[in-house]
């Protein structure tokens, strides 16, 4: 199978579908947008198909949503929870990609029906797989050059001859005071993705598309702060002059619907949607250290654990750091590696610093996720399973509920719940025990112990002043769809089986999502055909793993953008 017999092949008879991903996206704000003709072909969808808000994943972080999105299941059945997964027997963690994506994907159900499919820019999407139509690798990938990035594999020579070299992601990171900076690098990597994708649309035509923007995401975490006077800190004069930074994104998006609108036409069927929602984010909490007070948690009593907690309780690293820094001498960190940086600077106090033979219970991941340090499932475990598990989560949900905001005094814990509230599937037990939002997200999590904070809130960490919100957004339009429907009740755990409904494949019985049929018309109704889950599945072969240098690339990625702690 080869690039030659891939843009060769006819499409099928159906209407092509196309699946945009604008990640993060949020009815908050696009609303009055489309409402003031800022995103007018956003608009035209709505105005002639069916739209409302999707609720994600219940912890709603890109991995988990997006493979939820293209596996029709829930995270206990796919096994992707986070930006990571636990190693067995372990504290150690590796993270997602492809490869540990447990279920059955999208572009399998296309491809056995005979249909072609091209993906692009998932996040956690990495390693391509060989399949008919084209793929290229997200967020989770080294970079560009890494083998494996695409498929067809001579596919990255050919777009850097025939579009320009070849981008993979932002070429700035977000600092205040070089927002203009970064905000540029955004639009010229959606610019070049618009190019790219123009060409493969044009060069290998396909019956399907999922095609996904990250810069909606990342805009929203950076530049939220700018948008909204009554955020703390707020600088009239300042931040003003990029109050439309994450329009412009946006419209950028936009644009690029319109493109395909022209492309593929009318005769095609739509959908534009969200993993997950955005809103503002005014701090961090720091669990950890609470599960160190309420003593859940204890560090090492040692010579070197007592020296580091006096350093970070004095924050005499971060004050030396600053002051290097004022003094101009700030590349002299460019001598040492960003991740022995990160490592020193951001976390101080690791998990090597943790006494597990007197923890009952640690946090990390986003959001708020407390494991219990179980016996026979963490390396060094001390609560047995059975009743004192249970006696132990039922004492920290208990505490977590009580719990106020160290200012305000309002609750801040929220949507708490036990993991089998959530999830279902073999792989529940690789989720977090207890899992909760602070102040109804409001307030993101952090790894670290945070001893030169105050209290347990700190300052948001990597400058972000939006994160995740459970909302977000899905719209439906084309010859399959009926107009005027608002839909309600609408998950990420549907999609899947609502391509495959709008694409005439069959459906197997053992998702956990529904086609999104109060959308359809009646025609397309009648389409829809349910099959025993064992006639289409088939087992995947294994994917390679990530290790060295690609696994410091990734790690020191998505560390730069917020998402590991």
């Known amino acids: ?66 493979s939820t999105i293209i596996t029709g299941k829930n995270p206990g059945k796919h096994g992707v929870f986070d930006w990571f997964a636990r190693n067995p027997g372990s504290y150690d963690v590796k993270y997602v990609h492809t490869g540990q994506i447990k ?69 700035e990171v977000y600092k205040y005071g070089r927002e203009a900076v970064y905000l540029q690098s955004m639009l010229d990597l959606l610019n070049y993705q618009r190019r790219v994708l123009r060409y493969l649309v044009e060069q290998y035509p396909c019956d399907a ?50 493109e395909l609108l022209t492309l593929l036409g009318d005769h095609a069927n739509y959908m534009v949607l969200s993993d997950h929602g955005s809103g503002p984010v005014h701090g961090i909490m720091y669990i950890n250290r609470w599960l160190q007070e309420i003593g859940m948690l204890h560090l090492r009593d040692d010579f070197s654990t007592r020296l580091k907690v006096w ?50 219970a640690y946090a990390r991941g986003a959001f708020g996720q407390i494991f219990v340090n179980v016996v026979g499932r963490e390396s060094q475990g001390i609560v047995s399973p059975g009743a004192e598990y249970t006696q132990v989560v039922t ?19 929220t949507d708490l719940r036990r993991r089998e509230d959530s999830y279902q599937g073999e792989y529940v037990e690789q989720a977090a025990d ?34 995740h919100r459970p909302n977000g957004i899905v ?26 409904a709008l694409a005439n494949l069959p459906i197997p019985d053992d998702l956990d999502g529904h086609p999104l049929d109060e959308a359809f018309t009646d025609e397309q109704c009648q389409r829809i055909q349910f099959v025993p889950a064992e006639e289409l599945n088939s087992p995947a072969g294994p994917s390679p793993d990530l290790v060295g240098a690609e696994l410091a690339t990734v790690e020191e990625r998505l560390r730069g953008l917020g998402y590991l702690g």
């Open 1 to 66: 199978m080869g690039a030659e017999s891939t843009r060769s092949r006819e499409r099928t008879s159906n209407p092509p579908l196309v699946v945009l991903g604008w990640d993060a996206a949020t009815w908050d704000l696009l609303t009055p947008w489309v409402e003031q003709g800022k995103l007018p072909h956003l608009a035209n969808l709505m105005k002639n198909g069916s739209y409302g808000a999707i609720s994600s994943t219940s912890l709603p972080v890109s991995p988990a949503a997006w």
């Open 103 to 171: 279920a059955r994907p999208v572009w399998e159900y296309f491809n056995q029906g005979g249909q072609r499919i091209g993906v692009f820019n998932l996040p956690m999407l990495y390693p391509a797989v060989s399949l008919e139509g084209f793929m290229l690798s997200g967020l989770a990938a080294p970079d560009g050059a890494a083998q494996g990035f695409a498929y067809p594999t001579d596919l990255l020579d050919e777009l850097s001859r025939q579009v320009g070299p070849f981008q993979h992601a932002e070429a």
């Open 209 to 258: 598309y999922l095609l996904v923007f990250m810069q909606t995401d990342h805009a929203q975490h950076k530049f939220w702060r700018y948008l909204d006077p009554t955020y703390p800190g707020y600088d009239a004069v300042y931040d003003a002059q990029f109050a439309d930074a994450i329009e412009q994104v946006f419209r950028g998006v936009d644009d690029f619907l319109g």
């Open 311 to 360: 350093l970070a309780k004095t924050d005499l690293i971060g004050r030396a750091y600053r002051l290097v820094s004022r003094l101009g001498l700030g590349k002299i960190a460019n001598l040492v590696s960003k991740p022995a940086r990160n490592k020193v600077v951001n976390s101080f106090i690791g998990f090597e610093d943790i006494d597990w033979t007197l923890t009952k």
């Open 395 to 413: 004492e920290l949900m208990a505490a977590l509920e009580s719990l106020p905001h160290p200012q305000s005094g309002e609750p801040l814990i």
């Open 434 to 467: 207890i899992m909760f939002s602070i102040q109804g997200y409001l307030y993101q999590s952090s790894i670290k112990m945070g001893f030169d904070s105050e209290s347990i809130l700190g300052q948001s960490e990597y400058e972000d002043s939006g994160s």
């Open 475 to 500: 719209v439906l339009s084309g010859p399959g769809i009926r107009s005027g429907v608002r839909l309600e009740n609408a998950q990420v755990a549907d999609i899947l089986p609502t391509m495959l």
